[in-house]
């Protein structure tokens, strides 16, 4: 059984001392008289969830806004899950009756398959502008076993990517980088694609395989599995092995990471055979299960509950602040939910880094503006810029020597989107993702 953590080692800190609010939002079900649900993406600003929802003849895919849950595919008659969503909520892809679709302002479109023909495809996740899809494809004819292969849409136009046999599980906001797993010599391994280039990441020693669910929005954190056990991968560091739990439950599956790579969600078993509960890694504080922190420190009543996330989720908001999945309700039914635990203290970075650079920004969401913080640990030559998701630049902040320390800077309120912040200095690169609300 998992062990609860009563004493004030905390993942986040007291909310209730910042005087703050947290909440724990069952997410419903689809009209009707059927009962089940299960949350598998969030907008960046947390108001907008996706997934899937019991609705007469199947599942459904799902949009949930304001309270509501609505089906993206009424009377569908072979399933189908909404796995990804754009950071501003506008696009949603997944899978309805084997075929992988994209959604927009209420128009579902089907994505091709191969030249060769395939027997299924998903569609996983979507870049910020939403013309870059990543996910698998199952490939016909072929001699058994028939292999799924890693593939990405750009503008409706599908390419399967290198590395053989794999799934591409997720990409980053501005389309370049994806992450997902290859398999060579019988062997899975965690993988990497940058500008389609392939780059297997290995496998931890001691372990046969590995797997990649999520990837920061620089692309330079990438977290999953190895065999079982959750992993937290950089190119400086390598494969960083999460910690036990409270009570020396091993971490499972890392499906999501925070878009600063900050903050990890995944599974982990508790103890009892079969079942699996939802865990929270950061740095500072280590793993803690999911419920514990929403109760312990948020003073949240969840009795009954067991909280869950699904594979293929991509369930966590840029700063660690909202957290969505599935969940086993204490009258037994299945029910997507989600966690607002926001603001966090863990998404104000140090005064001043180890070495090099760092940056906040801060309201994240913003609308009338907001105050970019950026950190030094020794003088140097900076830019600082602002680009939207096509890549242009729309402000530039600073371009030129700065001191050590922190220096603020104010960006005007901009267009609704997803912008990126970046700080270039010598030798080093920081980079914060910002969305501004109509």
Request: glycine share 14%; charged share 15%; net charge negative.
């Amino acid at each position: 059984m998992r062990t609860r953590l009563l004493a004030a080692v905390l993942l986040f800190g007291p909310l209730r001392a910042l005087g703050q609010e947290a909440s724990f939002t069952p997410l419903g079900d689809l009209p009707g008289a059927f009962v089940g649900s299960c949350a598998h993406g969030v907008s960046d600003d947390g108001l907008v969830v996706v997934g899937m929802g019991r609705a007469e003849l199947s599942y459904e895919p799902f949009r949930w806004e304001n309270g509501v849950m609505a089906s993206l595919r009424p009377g569908s008659e072979s399933g189908g899950v909404a796995y990804g969503i754009s950071p501003d909520g506008t696009v949603i892809v997944g899978s309805v009756e084997w075929e992988a679709f994209r959604w927009e302002g209420g128009a579902m479109a089907w994505l091709p398959d191969l030249p060769q023909g395939t027997l299924w495809r998903k569609a996983f996740d979507v870049s910020a502008d939403g013309s870059v899809v990543v996910g698998e494809a199952r490939v016909s004819p072929s001699p058994p076993p028939t292999p799924t292969v890693p593939v990405l849409w750009e503008n409706s136009t599908i390419v399967q990517l290198g590395g053989g046999r794999g799934v591409a599980e997720a990409v980053t906001p501005d389309g370049h980088v994806v992450v997902g797993w290859t398999e060579s010599a019988g062997q899975a391994q965690a993988a990497r694609w940058t500008g389609r280039v392939h780059e297997p990441l290995g496998v931890p020693p001691g372990f046969s395989s590995s797997y990649a669910y999520d990837v920061s929005d620089d692309g330079s954190v990438v977290v999953g599995s190895a065999g079982s056990h959750g992993f937290r991968w950089t190119a400086s560091g390598g494969f960083q092995l999460l910690p036990p739990l409270p009570g020396g439950e091993v971490p499972g599956p890392a499906h999501s990471v925070s878009g600063d790579g900050r903050v990890i969600v995944g599974n982990a078993r508790t103890g009892v055979p079969g079942v699996v509960e939802t865990f929270v890694w950061t740095a500072v504080r280590g793993s803690r299960w999911l419920q514990d922190v929403l109760e312990e420190d948020y003073g949240l009543d969840l009795a009954g509950w067991r909280l869950y996330q699904d594979y293929h989720s991509h369930g966590v908001t840029p700063g660690g602040t909202v957290v969505v999945g599935c969940g086993s309700s204490p009258q037994g039914e299945s029910v997507g939910w989600r966690a607002v635990m926001s603001p966090l203290p863990i998404t104000t970075e140090p005064e001043l880094p180890v070495v090099g650079l760092s940056l906040t920004v801060l309201p994240n969401p913003a609308r009338a503006g907001a105050t970019v913080r950026l950190a030094l640990s020794e003088p140097t030559s900076v830019r600082v810029a602002v680009y939207d998701a096509l890549g242009r630049a729309v402000a530039v902040l600073h371009d030129g020597p700065l001191g050590a320390g922190t220096h603020p800077f104010t960006v005007g309120a901009l267009p609704a989107g997803v912008y990126v912040v970046r700080a270039e200095g010598v030798g080093t690169v920081a980079t914060r993702r910002v969305v501004f609300l109509r």
